[in-house]
């Protein structure tokens, strides 16, 4: 992957087959370096397909192969790498633990040291992340300095928590899978990017997890919020993070957010995800339906790929629907 992780690109859809296992050991290679795989019972033919998608810092998969397959990562990862198992298991070793996955269940696979997965017979989703990606959303919204977030775990921390991130992971792949025109904007890529990782911190245990109930002990003056403020209004159509109205505040993401509900009752992203909805609120009185003008268009304009929710949104901000407004 390229990590660029201000990249808020469309996806590029990759799909693969093969029933060569040098060429399944190409096409992972390239996502993984340092991989070594090992055919295991292999009964008839070897079959192996992978679709992938990839949008900035995130690569979201899905992998059937009809056979065992032992791959053994020489070097610890540089991704994280998710998986969420379909149908068959994978079993994984790191050298001191074994742990073992079905169909139903989901992984974080170890960071930090080799391990083994042995996948047998299997169709699973796979989502890669850059780390980065992760530790700037949980600075975000715990404050947690940087070189103290890591995973401590590579199970969730519950199963219900588990199926919340099988459901992500697959709303994901369909999302990249589905319409062109929503995936053309940024802001949806970037709110897809926000999403997956911000259920990784929820769902697999990290150091982030207790720091998200510290109260910020010195109460900010008006100024920095004043520059949040500004910031957002300024830059609401393009892709800005958590961390990005922050520096402009001149303060910590933490900081910024409990000055943020002290003073105004909210926080900089729902401020922003307001903002945005006054603007695409602007853009349907201003737009002309006859000459072509549409509700999705706007919505995926300001970062809604999904009309319905976006309908929601706008009825609870404006008191009616935008298709109403639109044709006022």
């Known amino acids: 992957m390229h990590h660029d992780v201000e990249a808020a690109h469309p996806p590029i859809w990759r799909r693969y087959e093969t029933r060569e296992v040098s060429g399944a050991h190409d096409v992972i290679s390239q996502a993984c370096v340092g991989i070594e795989l090992r055919p295991h019972n292999v009964a008839g033919q070897f079959t192996y397909q992978q679709e992938s998608a990839e949008a900035g810092p995130v690569l979201v998969s899905r992998v059937r192969c009809g056979a065992d397959i032992e791959a053994r990562f020489l070097q610890p990862l540089t991704d994280l790498m998710f998986l969420s198992v ?4 994978v079993e994984t070793t790191d050298g001191r633990d074994t742990t073992r ?3 139903g269940e989901v992984l974080l ?7 083994t997965n042995i996948c047998r017979d299997f169709d699973i989703y796979c989502v890669n992340l850059d780390p980065l990606v992760v530790t700037e959303a949980a600075t975000e919204r715990t404050g947690i300095d940087p070189v103290d977030f890591r995973f401590e775990a590579i199970t969730p921390i519950s199963r ?3 199926q919340f991130w099988h459901s992500t992971t697959v709303h994901l792949y369909d999302l990249f899978n589905g319409p062109s025109e929503p995936l053309r904007s940024p802001l949806v890529i970037g709110a897809a990017i926000d999403l997956v990782a911000s259920a ?4 697999f245990p990290n150091t982030a997890m207790t720091m998200s109930h510290r109260v910020e002990a010195v109460p900010l003056p008006a100024g920095p919020v004043r520059r949040a403020v500004s910031f957002i209004e300024t830059h609401s159509d393009e892709a800005i993070t958590a961390a990005q109205i922050a520096e402009a505040a001149r303060v910590t993401p ?3 957010q409990a000055a943020f509900r002290r ?10 995800r307001r903002t945005r909805l006054n603007r695409a609120h602007q853009d349907l009185l201003g737009a002309d339906p006859t000459q072509g003008a549409t509700v999705a268009e ?3 304009r300001w970062g809604y790929p999904h009309t319905g929710r976006f309908a929601a949104d706008y009825r609870a901000a404006h008191g009616q629907s935008p298709s109403d407004t639109l044709h006022t």
């Not at 696979?109 to 391990?115: A, C, D, I, K, S």
Request: charged share 10%; net charge positive; glycine share 14%.
């Open 86 to 89: 379909l149908h068959g298991q």
């Open 101 to 103: 996955t079905g169909p």
């Open 109 to 115: 696979n170890p960071t930090g040291r080799p391990f």
């Open 160 to 162: 219900e928590m588990g």
């Open 200 to 203: 990784a911190l929820a769902v």
């Open 254 to 256: 933490r900081a910024l």
């Open 263 to 272: 003073q105004l009752g909210t926080t900089p992203m729902a401020y922003l």
């Open 298 to 300: 706007i919505a995926h």
